[in-house]
Antibody, heavy 123, light 107 residues
Framework: EVQLLESGGGLVQPGGSLRLSCVAS????????MSWVRQAPGKGLEWVST????????YYADSVKGRFTISRDDSENTLFLQMNSLRVEDTAIYYC????????????????WGQGTLVTVSS | DIQMTQSPSSLSASVGDRVTITCRAS??????LNWYQQKPGTAPNLLIY???SLRSGVPSRFSGGGSGTDFTLTISSLQPEDFATYYC?????????FGGGTKVEIK
């Protein structure tokens, strides 16, 4: 069974940093593109970032580009999201999700999702 | 960026009703459209991928259709466990974008 377990969320002041982790199990982690999707309290879903199975290609939403960095450690089956210069509007539950292919392709989806980790940016 | 517009944003329906949710893309996305279900306090779950393909384990009362810019999610006979929020998502190009969601409530 595929499982994704996020950690690293918490309360941080504006301008601060956090590093989220997502430990994967139940599949060959290095073979799949992986993503982060967030959901602000009471709001809809927003794609944040995606990294290819090789780690060579990364993609970011404009809202986080230059502030967030996605990476992966295939030896530890772990996906990361380094979040710097955090803003109040980054407050959300952050989900990691598995994509079906090694590379990001148009025929793509998120399945499954982790349970999420809450990031709160507030002074 | 491709904008995804869902309608309605909410609806009330009874058990046994046939329910259809619409998703419209701001430009053609071929068949690269996915649907998710989210219940309160839980992560989203994939229902349908590539417009019409039912994820393994998802009941057959769920179906998807459309192409180009207009897509639908249909629940043929609403069950108590189907009351949730549904999101469409395009995977045609980055940035990947979601619709605003449709909350299905009990009438």
């Amino acid at each position: 069974e595929v499982q994704l377990l996020e950690s690293g969320g918490g309360l941080v002041q504006p301008g601060g940093s956090l590093r989220l982790s997502c430990v994967a199990s139940g599949f060959t982690f290095s073979s799949n593109t992986m993503s982060w999707v967030r959901q602000a309290p009471g709001k809809g879903l927003e794609w944040v970032s995606t990294i290819s199975g090789s780690g060579d290609s990364t993609y970011y939403a404009d809202s986080v580009k230059g502030r967030f960095t996605i990476s992966r450690d295939d030896s530890e089956n772990t996906l990361f999201l380094q979040m710097n210069s955090l803003r109040v509007e980054d407050t959300a539950i952050y989900y990691c999700a598995k994509n079906p292919n090694r590379l990001l392709e148009p025929r793509d989806w998120f399945d499954p999702w982790g349970q999420g980790t809450l990031v709160t940016v507030s002074s | 960026d491709i904008q995804m517009t869902q309608s309605p944003s909410s609806l009330s329906a009874s058990v046994g009703d046939r329910v259809t949710i619409t998703c419209r893309a701001s430009q053609s996305i071929s068949s690269y459209l996915n649907w998710y279900q989210q219940k309160p306090g839980t992560a989203p779950n994939l229902l349908i991928y590539a417009t019409t393909s039912l994820r393994s384990g998802v009941p057959s009362r769920f179906s998807g259709g459309g192409s180009g810019t207009d897509f639908t999610l249909t629940i043929s006979s609403l069950q108590p466990e189907d009351f949730a929020t549904y999101y469409c998502q395009q995977s045609y190009s980055t940035p990947i974008t979601f619709g605003g969601g449709t909350k299905v409530e009990i009438k």
